[in-house]
């Protein structure tokens, strides 16, 4: 059975910073290109950042270039999302997820998901 599971999110202020994580279980991590995503209330699902199956490939969402960078261990099956210079409209679940593709920024291409962990940045 395939289970993400993020963990590290809460509460920063504005210009603070976060390190999101997912760990990954009952699949083979090194050949799942990764991704996270993010949802805030009232607003669709929005591609935040995304990892090749190497790690050699990464991309990110223009909202976060610069301030967020994505990262895997691949003896850890975890994924990692270090968020940098958070502002109030980084507020917003946010999912990892898992998928066959090589490398890939659509949503559509991601077979697994996690259940979501919160941020939320104060002004």
């Known amino acids: 059975q395939v289970q993400l599971v993020e963990s590290g999110g809460g509460l920063v202020q504005a210009g603070g910073s976060l390190r999101l994580s997912c760990a990954a279980s009952?699949?083979?991590?090194?050949?799942?290109?990764m991704g996270w995503f993010r949802q805030a209330p009232g607003k669709e699902r929005e591609f935040v950042a995304a990892?090749?199956?190497?790690?050699?490939?990464?991309d990110s969402g223009d909202p976060v270039k610069g301030r967020f960078t994505i990262s895997r261990d691949n003896a850890k099956n975890t994924v990692y999302l270090q968020m940098n210079s958070l502002k109030p409209e980084d507020t917003a679940v946010y999912y990892c997820?898992?998928?066959?593709?090589?490398?890939?920024?659509?949503?559509?291409?991601?077979?697994?998901w996690g259940q979501g962990t919160q941020v939320t940045v104060s002004s």
């Open positions: 009952g699949v083979t991590f090194r050949i799942y290109a």
């Open positions: 990892i090749s199956r190497s790690g050699g490939n990464t």
């Open positions: 997820a898992a998928s066959l593709v090589s490398f890939t920024v659509l949503k559509y291409e991601y077979k697994y």
